[in-house]
């Protein structure tokens, strides 16, 4: 059972959320482009690709993607809009992007259903490349506070976007593993958009101890589990 302090500790933490949120649609708008999105060629580590959540722009990944570019990642971002196209059409957005970039063995760095988009496209590439097609470009992801299994909540919201978040209606794409030992889950002790968490058998699963959806991106402890996730991926893959 909730106690009085952990309900008013998840209340900060959605204002919280929702300030974080504020911040950068506001910062999106004002702030020029950073210039660690450019061509870094003294970048030398594992080349890392943002793909943000519904409703978001790369924008909201930036504290993250400063991070990689500070430990020397050349880090590519992808614009898909509002972000509310179904998965499969956003995974081929995605891959058509890495592929015009020529990006190799990169890693995926998603919030969200960004998740979700980057599982699409993982699965995508082993399948083309047990038939016979390129081998793949992306050497894993790392999520944080995907709801690779759904969100009871996507069901109240009358948008199709979001009812496509729905456990039921994400059960095909959850129920394929061959994936998932190449993804490292990071999720909030609580996540008010996603009550049934973000734990992916199979994967490896970092809990953070910190409350919230989107505020935990700017967390400098929630960034390190993303970057060690990075580096386990990239020392994963053969040289």
Same mark, same amino acid.
């Given at each position: 059972?909730?106690? !009085?302090?952990?309900?008013?500790?998840? *209340?900060?933490? #959605?204002?919280?959320?929702?300030?974080?949120?504020?911040? #950068?649609?506001?910062?999106?708008?004002?702030?020029?482009?950073?210039?660690?999105?450019?061509?870094?060629?003294?970048?030398? &580590?594992?080349?890392? @690709?943002?793909?943000?959540?519904?409703?978001?722009? #790369?924008?909201?990944?930036?504290?993250?993607? &400063?991070?990689?570019?500070?430990?020397?990642?050349?880090?590519?971002?992808?614009?898909?809009?509002?972000?509310?196209? !179904? %998965?499969?059409?956003?995974?081929?957005?995605?891959?058509?992007?890495?592929?015009?970039? &020529?990006?190799?063995?990169?890693? =995926?760095? $998603?919030?969200?259903?960004?998740?979700?988009?980057?599982?699409?496209?993982?699965?995508?590439?082993?399948?083309?490349?047990?038939?016979?097609?390129?081998? !793949?470009?992306?050497?894993?992801?790392?999520? %944080?506070?995907?709801?690779?299994?759904?969100?009871?909540?996507?069901?109240?919201?009358?948008?199709?976007?979001?009812?496509?978040?729905?456990?039921?209606?994400?059960?095909?794409?959850?129920?394929?593993?061959?994936?998932? $030992?190449?993804?490292?889950?990071?999720? $909030?002790? #609580?996540?008010?958009?996603?009550?049934?968490?973000?734990?992916?058998?199979?994967?490896?699963?970092?809990?953070?101890?910190?409350?919230?959806?989107?505020?935990?991106?700017? =967390?400098?402890?929630?960034?390190?589990?993303?970057?060690? *996730? @990075?580096?386990?991926? $990239?020392?994963?893959? !053969?040289?």
């Amino acid at each position: 059972m909730t106690g !009085p302090l952990e309900l008013v500790l998840r *209340g900060c933490a #959605w204002a919280a959320d929702y300030a974080f949120v504020a911040r #950068w649609q506001l910062r999106s708008l004002v702030r020029r482009r950073p210039a660690w999105t450019q061509h870094r060629p003294d970048a030398r &580590e594992v080349p890392a @690709v943002l793909l943000p959540g519904i409703f978001e722009s #790369w924008r909201f990944l930036e504290p993250l993607g &400063e991070r990689l570019a500070a430990a020397g990642h050349p880090v590519h971002v992808v614009s898909l809009g509002l972000n509310s196209r !179904p %998965v499969p059409a956003l995974a081929r957005r995605v891959a058509a992007a890495v592929a015009a970039a &020529e990006v190799d063995r990169a890693v =995926l760095v $998603a919030h969200s259903k960004g998740g979700l988009i980057g599982k699409q496209l993982m699965l995508d590439e082993l399948r083309a490349s047990r038939r016979g097609g390129p081998a !793949p470009r992306i050497a894993g992801m790392v999520a %944080v506070n995907t709801p690779f299994g759904g969100s009871r909540y996507a069901s109240l919201v009358p948008l199709a976007s979001v009812r496509a978040m729905r456990p039921t209606a994400l059960r095909a794409l959850s129920s394929q593993r061959d994936v998932d $030992a190449r993804i490292t889950s990071v999720y $909030a002790s #609580w996540d008010p958009h996603v009550p049934e968490g973000s734990e992916l058998v199979g994967a490896t699963n970092v809990r953070v101890p910190h409350r919230g959806h989107f505020r935990v991106l700017g =967390l400098r402890r929630v960034q390190d589990a993303v970057l060690r *996730g @990075v580096a386990r991926t $990239a020392a994963q893959q !053969p040289r």
